[in-house]
């Protein structure tokens, strides 16, 4: 049986959403292309602040199957977006240090990456509308 390496704590870290561990995973200059953007995102932050918020919108996510191979990894999960449904991957490459230096997430059915959007550009909104208001007041 293999060690606890890396890819197990990124899977730990999704499972029990400890977003705190997430940045020591993630090289400094981390790409991360996600399905709801055309251009990928860049740095530690930026992945941080993605993953959180779309974790914060998926239920009774899980991963199923974990695939490898000279160039990355793959894992299948499963959840939901509301009531939709959704099935994924997540490649994965490492740098020579053992952080995540590349990160593409696919989604389907495309309901779910448009639910998705939905929710997360409200959540957006309402964040932006409470500082507003925080800084007026």
């Known amino acids: 049986m293999r ?6 704590e990124w899977q730990r870290i999704f499972v029990q959403r400890d977003w705190n561990k997430l940045p020591h995973l993630l090289a400094d200059d981390v790409t991360y292309f996600n399905p709801g953007d055309a251009m990928p995102l860049r740095g530690k ?22 695939f490898n191979g000279d160039e990355g990894h793959v894992l299948e999960f499963r959840g ?11 490649i994965i490459r490492f740098d020579l240090a053992g952080k995540i230096m590349d990160l593409v997430v696919m989604i389907r059915p495309i309901a779910a990456i448009i639910e998705l959007g ?10 932006s509308a409470s500082a507003n208001k925080t800084a007026q007041d």
């Open 80 to 90: 939901y977006v509301g009531d939709t449904a959704f099935t994924g991957i997540d």
């Open 3 to 8: 060690g606890y390496t890396a890819l197990d």
């Open 118 to 127: 939905e929710e997360a550009a409200r959540r957006r909104a309402s964040a």
């Open 45 to 66: 932050q930026a992945v941080v602040g993605s993953l959180g918020l779309s974790f914060s919108i998926f239920e009774n996510f899980e991963y199923v199957r974990h």
